[in-house]
């Protein structure tokens, strides 16, 4: 079953605009992780945010993660056309088991 | 270096046959996740293998499921007399140590399932 759930689903916005997209959780976790999928290509690793983390950045990506609200974000400032793609947030839930719970992802498209 | 390999790419096959798909982790890579994805959803984990072993399999839909990995590198995913709900894209993925609280993991392209 999927524990994460992204919103918006979609989002559009214009080239140079900054995108933000939300990720919410229903148990505890280790850590969380963001994936990008571009079309018709694997996942790619984005930033990892471990528990005990409440912000992180990486080139133009900022997470951030609030384990009260069970609630992480991505931002992703001055999106170019290149950042189009579905992004998914994964989380290790504190269960013991190794595997990533994803959710079903936010489709950004950046319009040039 | 090479990243993570799946073959085939596309599989196309009819309800009730047997399919078998490929992964090759990155060299040197310990743990291997198998990861089912259906169209507009994320990656739905199916099972995971530290080494050679299946340290967690809880996300194999049923027993027509069956993965392996015999020498700690390449692994395969087994699915008996396919069902048209099987139809998604297989992902695989290796992280080097294992365990999602230590690594992150790196994905294959995917094989594309459809049972007709």
């Known amino acids: 079953s999927q524990q994460g759930e992204e919103d918006p689903q979609a989002l559009s916005i214009q080239e140079g605009e900054n995108a933000t997209m939300n990720c919410s959780y229903k148990t505890s976790i280790n850590n969380l992780q963001w994936y990008r999928q571009n079309s018709g290509r694997g996942l790619v690793h984005l930033i990892l945010?471990?528990?005990?983390?409440r912000e992180k950045h990486s080139g133009r990506l900022r997470v951030t993660l609030d384990t009260s609200k069970k609630s992480s974000s991505l931002l992703i400032t001055a999106s170019r056309a290149a950042d189009t793609a579905s992004y998914f947030c994964a989380t290790d839930p504190i269960s013991g088991s190794e595997k990533l719970v994803f959710g079903k992802g936010t489709k950004l498209t950046v319009n040039p | 270096g090479a990243g993570v390999s799946q073959t085939p790419s596309n599989k196309v096959t009819e309800k009730g046959k047997y399919v078998e798909l490929r992964c090759d982790p990155i060299?040197?890579?310990?743990?291997l996740y198998w990861y089912r994805q259906s169209l507009g959803q994320g990656p739905e984990f199916l099972i995971y293998?530290?080494?050679?072993?299946?340290?967690?399999d809880s996300g194999l839909p049923n027993d027509r499921f069956f993965a392996v990995r015999p020498e700690g590198s390449v692994s395969t995913l087994k699915i008996q007399r396919t069902e048209r709900g099987d139809s998604a894209v297989y992902l695989c993925?290796?992280?080097?140590?294992?365990?999602?609280?230590?690594?992150?993991?790196?994905f294959g392209p995917g094989t594309r399932l459809t049972v007709l």
């Open positions: 293998f530290q080494g050679t072993g299946a340290a967690d």
């Open positions: 945010i471990r528990s005990n983390e």
């Open positions: 993925a290796s992280s080097l140590i294992g365990g999602a609280r230590y690594n992150e993991q790196f």
């Open positions: 060299s040197g890579h310990t743990a």
